[in-house]
């Protein structure tokens, strides 16, 4: 089966740094997805990791361990509309479905 | 830009009603998936297809099933709606040509059975 673990909820300062985990368990890997998604919007790409490895994007960065089956999304210098719900997900195959964790809600206070 | 268009954003129905959600897209996509989203539960899919009259079996497909006479277009069927069913519905799609982009989704359809 499948398994994907990551905190339900996480608070944070503006201006802070905020570390999300995602630990995964599954019959294949074909890469490991993070998605952004606000209350009542579709969820949108963040990041996108398929190596062993640290990928930055601006304020984002997102790392994998494939022998670990463990994930992390890093948000630097968090802003306000940082406040939204942070999914990790899991593919076995290019183009196949997605398994996704419980998703992180993140707080961002002033 | 690739645009997933769901029909409804909010619909209301009534137990025992068949209910049908539609979601199209613009990009000539192969692959369109359904998933259910769920406070506490994250997302969980339902089914999905491959291509044009193809369709599989999700994590929870009872209770629903699906349509893909086109390929832009892939419909979500509840036969008998359920007050269970309330939840949000998001469509999505992607290219097998463009797997590092991940899924398209969607805006949601936001499903009440009353």
């Known amino acids: 089966g499948q398994n994907i673990d990551q905190p339900t909820e996480m608070t944070a300062t503006e201006g802070a740094i905020v570390q999300i985990n995602c630990t995964y368990q599954t019959s294949g890997f074909n890469g490991l997805f993070w998605y952004q998604q606000h209350a009542g919007e579709a969820p949108t790409f963040l990041s996108y990791?398929?190596?062993?490895g640290l990928e930055e994007k601006g304020r984002f960065s997102s790392f994998l361990s494939r022998s670990k089956g463990y994930s992390y999304l890093l948000l630097k210098e968090l802003q306000m509309k940082d406040s939204a719900s942070y999914l990790c997900a899991v593919t076995q195959a290019a183009g196949n479905k997605l398994t996704f964790g419980g998703g992180t809600r993140v707080l961002v206070k002033p | 830009d690739v645009k997933v268009t769901q029909s409804s954003r909010y619909l209301v129905k009534r137990t025992g009603e068949k209910v049908f959600l539609e979601c199209v897209q613009d990009m000539d996509h192969e692959n369109m998936f359904w998933y259910r989203q769920d406070p506490g539960l994250g997302l969980r899919l339902i089914y999905f297809?491959?291509?044009?009259?193809?369709?599989e079996k999700g994590d929870i497909p009872e209770g629903y099933s699906v349509s893909r006479e086109k390929k832009e277009r892939f419909s979500l069927i509840l036969e008998s709606a359920s007050t269970n069913q309330t939840s949000m519905y998001l469509c999505a799609s992607i290219s097998k040509a463009t797997k590092y982009y991940g899924y398209t989704f969607g805006s949601g359809t936001r499903l009440t059975v009353v």
């Open positions: 297809s491959y291509d044009v009259k193809m369709k």
């Open positions: 990791n398929v190596l062993d």
